[in-house]
């Protein structure tokens, strides 16, 4: 393990990929891009998962789950959301022919 | 060496009896739908769509009603519950320590109470949902509707962080579907998909959050996270001294903030209330916000508590100043918003932002406290109340989208000569989200403050007398909005087409909900000691190092070596 890459640079890769996807959230307007930043934030959390499980010592009374068992249940609950997402910007595109979430409204105030 | 798990004890499946009912019944519905009721006409096959569903409720309604005399007679009677379920049984629901699934649900009066509260509100969200046409595919609705109650009925059982994030993935990807679910109108669609755009970003962050704190803390359990948390703070205190504690909590804390409305991350409440078809949106108002409250409270209250104000600063480096401050932006800016509003929707929308405000004036307060749990116990008791206030005044809502097609205020216009009884109920509702006594809201307001007020003499006090200030003056600036409801019903002439009779899909839910409001407002003891009582097994550490009923060789210290 000690030639391993350190765990540090994980960390800063997970960050980074999320900043990534926020940055994606804020300023896309397309929004099948803004589900794709999303998706990134979520897989910068199971890098997080994951990395941790790899190097950090489990604490006493954690209980049986592990970091990739996480990351696993992430990754299904990643993909049902993706389907709902795309669902539901189908619909949208179905009433306004276009894909770009700021010109979804109808409401405000 | 492959991670071993310590056995599983079958005998808790018993205590997700109603969530596991509930969950098949989903099932049920869907396909009696699609295979039964295909040959029936749209309106027979709403009503037999819409029974089916409320059998599978009141099923699981029975279940948990069941369930909870089983528990509270745990804790007077354990010798009968013996006799009656013979030893195996009989000790498994005697025994003291309620944590079931390894740790990662708790269980027990507390939870039987909020699985009996989830169905009853169900089962009035379903009548109203088959009161009006507003979709053809009543199955698929129904069924959303039902598995997002599972996801809530977990939700507030969590005991652990990856469980909440499960639970409250299945409850919000349920509600995001459900919202666009009235097709013929394009709000409906675009509510769905600003909830979704909104909400899964939330969920994002908080995981993020949560992937920091398994990191840090090496486990996701609230005891274990708070035992570590504690031990932690003496060298590196609060958010302060740690950079990846901070943002973890932070993190978490604007998860929460989006799923329960606050302030700063409201902008998807107004518009997915107001397009989402009348019974979601009263779903959404009441369950799923009753359900990530309890999630933020055992979250904060529970596991993060060790970092809730580590100094006796008065914003000292912990998440309460956090909660504080969002208490305070939230109350104000959903009022002052909500004096502006026309739609009726939408103004209930901003009023239940505004009331997210006071409930977290009670978790600053249950922070604080001295006794953790009477506090908690108040907030608890004003979140019942809050959510049949706004049950009742959605029933309203789904009632003018059904015969006046639209859902404005100066829709009611008229309504207290036409309707005089209903119109009554809802002057009464509307007087309870005042907080006029005796309505029930005037209690859980009450009980709220007073806890705030009644702390020992600590400088963090100061910011709890603020809180309260604040929000003795948004409950009169409220008055304002509400009151423009009640003008409308008594003092307008009636304007557009009348309203048809309500039908009891319509009735029911209104006038229980304001005989709830009005009863215990009342006689609001019996519920606050009811609630009080439900809310010290949820905030206090409970552990599965010691499981009564598992084999002895069975430790964590085993699963822990089996890991490494």
């Not at chain 2, 639209?406 to 207290?416: C, S, T």
Request: glycine share 8%; hydrophobic share 55%; charged share 15%.
């Amino acid at each position: 393990m000690n030639n391993d890459i350190p765990l540090n640079w994980f960390l800063y890769f997970a960050a980074a990929s999320f900043a990534i996807g926020l940055v994606g959230v804020m300023l896309r307007r397309n929004a099948i891009a803004v589900l794709m930043a999303i998706e990134i934030i979520l897989n910068a959390a199971n890098v997080n998962l994951v990395a941790f499980w790899r190097y950090g010592p489990p604490a006493p009374g954690s209980g049986p789950l592990p970091g990739v068992i996480l990351a696993i249940l992430v990754i299904t609950v990643a993909a049902a959301e993706v389907a709902v997402g795309i669902g539901l910007i189908l619909l949208c595109y179905r009433r306004w022919r276009v894909a770009d979430v700021d010109r979804y409204d109808t409401m405000s105030g | 060496m492959p991670p071993t798990a310590p056995p599983l004890d079958f005998r808790d499946f018993w205590r997700i009896a109603p969530a596991a009912t509930l969950a098949f019944w989903g099932l049920v519905v869907v396909l009696a739908d699609l295979g039964l009721a295909r040959r029936l006409d749209a309106e027979a096959r709403r009503r037999a769509v819409g029974r089916l569903a409320l059998a599978g409720v009141g099923l699981a309604l029975a279940a948990a009603v069941v369930l909870f005399w089983l528990d509270s007679l745990a804790a007077v009677d354990p010798e009968r519950l013996r006799e009656m379920l013979g030893t195996s049984l009989g000790d498994y629901f005697a025994r003291e320590d309620a944590v079931i699934f390894l740790g990662s649900l708790a269980a027990g009066v507390s939870v039987d109470i909020f699985n009996v509260l989830y169905l009853a509100l169900l089962a009035l969200v379903i009548l109203l949902a088959t009161s009006y046409r507003f979709t053809e595919d009543w199955g698929e609705c129904l069924a959303l509707l039902i598995w997002a109650t599972v996801g809530m009925m977990f939700l507030s059982a969590a005991e652990e962080l990856v469980t909440l994030f499960l639970s409250l993935e299945m409850m919000t990807i349920c509600l995001y579907l459900s919202t666009a679910f009235e097709k013929s109108r394009r709000r409906s669609v675009e509510a769905g998909l600003k909830y979704f755009i909104y909400g899964s970003v939330s969920s994002a962050l908080f995981l993020y959050g949560l992937s920091l704190v398994y990191g840090l803390a090496g486990t996701t359990r609230f005891d274990a996270i708070e035992r570590i948390l504690a031990g932690a703070s003496s060298t590196a205190p609060g958010l302060v001294g740690n950079l990846a504690g901070a943002s973890a909590l932070l993190l978490m804390l604007v998860g929460f903030g989006f799923k329960i409305a606050a302030a700063p991350f409201h902008q998807w409440a107004p518009d997915a209330y107001e397009g989402a078809p009348a019974p979601v949106a009263a779903w959404i108002v009441t369950g799923s916000k009753i359900a990530s409250i309890i999630a933020l409270m055992k979250v904060f209250l529970h596991a993060a508590r060790p970092w809730s104000f580590p100094s006796d600063d008065i914003m000292g480096p912990g998440w309460m100043g956090v909660i504080a401050i969002v208490s305070a932006v939230t109350m104000t800016y959903g009022n002052l918003a909500a004096l502006v509003q026309t739609n009726f929707k939408r103004l209930l929308a901003y009023s239940s932002i505004a009331h997210g405000g006071y409930i977290l004036v009670g978790l600053a307060a249950a922070t604080v406290s001295v006794n953790g749990s009477a506090a908690a116990g108040a907030l608890l008791y004003y979140l019942v109340i809050y959510a049949f206030s706004n049950l009742g005044a959605f029933a309203v809502a789904a009632w003018l989208a059904r015969d006046r097609s639209a859902d404005e205020i100066e829709d009611l216009n008229g309504m207290g000569a036409e309707r005089p009884l209903l119109a009554l109920c809802l002057a009464f509702l509307m007087l309870s989200l005042i907080g006029v006594p005796p309505f029930g809201g005037f209690f859980g307001k009450l009980y709220i403050f007073m806890e705030a007020l009644n702390q020992g003499p600590s400088r963090t006090r100061i910011i709890l007398v603020w809180l309260v200030a604040l929000g003795l003056l948004n409950s009169a600036i409220s008055a304002f909005y509400y009151v423009r409801v009640l003008k409308a019903m008594y003092l307008r002439p009636r304007s557009g087409t009348g309203l048809k009779s309500a039908e009891p899909a319509v009735a029911a839910p209104i006038l229980l909900s304001t005989a709830v409001v009005v009863i215990f407002g009342l006689f609001p003891q019996p519920l606050v000691d009811l609630m009080k009582s439900a809310a010290g097994p949820m905030l206090t550490a409970s552990s599965f190092d010691a499981p009564v009923a598992a084999p002895p060789a069975v430790s964590t210290t085993t699963s822990n070596a089996a890991l490494e």
